[in-house]
Each structure stands twice: as C-alpha cells, then as structure tokens.
T-cell receptor, first 114, second 114 residues
Framework: EAGVAQSPRYKIIEKRQSVAFWCNPI?????LYWYQQILGQGPKLLIQ????????DSQLPKDRFSAERLKGVDSTLKIQPAKLEDSAVYLC????????????FGEGSWLTVV | DQQVKQNSPSLSVQEGRISILNCDYT??????FLWYKKYPAEGPTFLIS?????DKNEDGRFTVFLNKSAKHLSLHIVPSQPGDSAVYFC?????????????FGKGTKLSVIP
C-alpha cells in the first residue's frame, strides 16, 4: 500500500514570496490533515478535510495560508506571502473516516524562509 | 495551553534495557492516545495506540499503559535496540462533533546506546 505522498520535499524561499505544497493521501482515506511542525515542537494542526469539505481550520492563519482539496483526494497548501516564522516542516496526514486511532503521515515538506 | 505534555525532552538508555517514555494530558475527553516515532528528515510513523477505555495495549516490544485517573500514559520498549533511537511523540485524539482532532506533545528524543 502506497503511503502519503508529499512534494516538494524541500523548499527555500525569500520572505514575502509564495509557496505551494502538494499532498496525495493513501487511497481510500477520506480524511486529510495538514500539520505544521516547527523545530523542537510537536506537529500542530493547520487544517482538516473530510472528503472535500473543511472540518477544522481554526488554527490556519487565513491571512496568508490557504488549502484546498477540490476532488476529495489530492490537496494543496499555499502560503502567500511567507514570513520568516513560517519556516517549518509541513506534514500531510490521512486516515479513514471514523478512524482517529490510525493516522498516517507523509515524509513532510521542509520550508525555509530567508 | 498545552493539552499533551512530554516533560522529558530526551532520554538515554543502554541497549537491551527498558525505555520508558512518559506523557501527561489535561483533557479528560480524549478518546485515543497514539505514539509516533520520528527519524530525522522523515515524517512521524505510527507506532501504537490505546483507547481511553483500556489500560494496556501491547505490540511486540512496545507496550502502552494508560492511567486515566492520573491522566498519564507511558510507552515501554523492551528490550531497547539502537534502531529505536528517534523522537517519540505522544498524541491524543478527540472525536467530538464527528471530527478527529489530534493533539501532539513536543516529543522525547530517545537515544539507545549500544
């Protein structure tokens, strides 16, 4: 079974530029999550989708971050404009609906804002 | 307000001995608790979980214990192996309102010394 795929793996941008990350969840997983992990901290949920609807985006900085999952499969997370404090690993995860005890993560997209 | 706390940033254990990683939580509404293992430059890998209605779950060398009255859980690794050296994250799942919200601790870096 293929895992959660993410790209790009690494990205370096200047502040005020924009960046987009892509995620393809495990086949059949209806729930998709984007997490932000800053060095030395645990992952923090940014947004959660169930199929193509948003379940929770309460911690998403909506003035600069946006995410979509138009067809209920792939998802894109965008940051525009980026700030220095956005430097982090962006982790995508997925799970079956009603399967909160097993959530699988991708390898992450590492962002450095300079 | 940290709902999931891992108070030990690091732990060193001799190969073959027991590793005990601890986690405390504050929200009595959590339904599941999960442990993830993370190697550098990789995403978190699901290790083991426990439902809030159980007090123990075992999978090979890994056992998770839950003490609900103390709001405390621990992960035991016996015997510890050098390949277990990684950052371990404790996470808690709340499934209120039909969505599964995963909250992470800051992680404990385990070093198993050969």
């Amino acid at each position: 079974e293929a895992g959660v795929a993410q790209s790009p793996r690494y990205k370096i941008i200047e502040k005020r530029q924009s960046v987009a990350f892509w995620c393809n969840p495990i086949s059949g997983h209806a729930t998709l999550y984007w997490y932000q992990q800053i060095l030395g901290q645990g992952p923090k949920l940014l947004i959660q989708f169930q199929n193509n609807g948003v379940v929770d985006d309460s911690q998403l900085p909506k003035d600069r971050f946006s995410a979509e999952r138009l067809k209920g499969v792939d998802s894109t997370l965008k940051i525009q404009p980026a700030k220095l404090e956005d430097s982090a690993v962006y982790l995508c995860a997925s799970s079956y609906i009603n399967s909160g005890n097993t959530i699988y993560f991708g390898e992450g997209s590492w962002l450095t804002v300079v | 307000d940290q709902q999931v706390k891992q108070n030990s940033p690091s732990l060193s254990v001799q190969e073959g001995r027991i590793s005990i990683l601890n986690c405390d939580y504050t929200n009595s509404m959590f339904d599941y608790f999960l442990w993830y293992k993370k190697y550098p430059a990789e995403g978190p890998t699901f290790l083991i979980s426990i439902s809030s209605i159980k007090d123990k779950n075992e999978d090979g060398r890994f056992t998770v214990f839950l003490n609900k009255s103390a709001k405390h859980l621990s992960l035991h690794i016996v015997p510890s192996q050098p390949g277990d050296s990684a950052v371990y994250f404790c996470a808690a799942v709340y499934s209120g309102a039909g969505s599964y919200q995963l909250t992470f601790g800051k992680g404990t870096k385990l070093s198993v010394i050969p």
